[in-house]
């Protein structure tokens, strides 16, 4: 059949969540929801430099019912929206929570976008059977992401990221994900809208809107021709530890590692723990 998902990435420089996420669906559906789309932006769409008519969450902020005209056509051919969210801050006291002693823990500076996208393609292969219904386990989705500085790191890490999946893992893996330009890929505009809310959801410390899609009654109705699955995936503090104690072990040259307790600490992750929150709503 052909599965895709268009991920995004969203965060503010200001604020401590971080987001990744967007849409998944056939390529059947992502036609015709391009077409529809497309008639959207001839109306509202906002006009690049070159003339290009394109979608922007952050730049449609203002319009929120312009934007419910946008998120109608993802009603109708969206079959699964999927996103993966931390702190920052979480992450960084889980690093400080590691000690070996007599021993310097070198860590590379977070680079929180791969962060993110382990989060989200580890859990989302591992919990796969969750959304057989939906998604065959004999189908495999391709990944399409927003083309950012980021993806030469993904570039580059992919094939040892896949030496370390099991076999039977390795099989529902697509190939490695796209990088593509969101002004020209409109499922990608759709990817922006999606993750930009979730973010903004978290900001609010209103994460139960995530999977109830509660945009404040702006959202126009529509009949929906897919079901709709929300999974929603985060990540805390404690659930980054046995990734990274993991990753120290294999550093450590044989020394003790040691993962201290929550609130001790203040004086290229292999694995991440499949402890972490995997949240899936569905229509009826």
Not at 29 to 56: C, I, K, N, P
Not at 74 to 94: C, G, N, P, T
Not at 170 to 191: H, V, W
């Amino acid at each position: 059949m052909g599965w895709h998902a268009y991920i995004d990435e969203s965060y503010s420089p200001d604020k401590d969540t971080y987001v990744i996420g967007g849409c998944i669906s056939t390529k059947e559906e992502w036609a015709s929801f391009s077409t529809e789309w497309q008639s959207y932006l001839w109306r509202f769409g906002r006009v690049d430099e070159s003339g290009l008519r394109y979608f922007h969450m952050q730049e449609m902020a203002h319009n929120l019912e312009e934007v419910g005209f946008f998120y109608s056509v993802m009603q109708l051919y969206v079959a699964a929206y999927i996103s993966a969210r931390f702190h920052k801050s979480d992450f960084e006291r889980a690093m400080r929570r590691i000690y070996i002693p007599g021993k310097i823990v070198e860590w590379d500076r977070p680079n929180y976008y791969w962060i993110a996208f382990r989060c989200l393609l580890d859990k989302f292969h591992l919990e796969r059977e969750k959304l057989a219904d939906l998604i065959p386990l004999d189908e495999t989705v391709q990944f399409h992401m927003d083309q950012i500085s980021s993806g030469k790191v993904v570039d580059k890490l992919w094939p040892e990221y896949m030496q370390n999946r099991s076999d039977m893992m390795r099989e529902r893996y697509a190939g490695i994900p796209t990088f593509e330009s969101d002004k020209n890929s409109l499922p990608l505009q759709a990817a922006d809208l999606w993750v930009w809310w979730v973010r903004k959801w978290c900001d609010l410390n209103q994460t139960h809107r995530i999977t109830a899609h509660d945009f404040d009654g702006f959202a126009k109705s529509a009949k929906r021709r897919t079901p709709r699955v929300t999974v929603d995936i985060s990540f805390s503090e404690d659930e980054f530890l046995p990734t990274m104690e993991r990753w120290a072990k294999s550093q450590s040259g044989g020394n003790q590692v040691m993962v201290l307790p929550r609130g001790a600490a203040e004086f290229d992750l292999p694995q991440f723990s499949s402890q972490s929150h995997f949240s899936i709503a569905r229509y009826p």
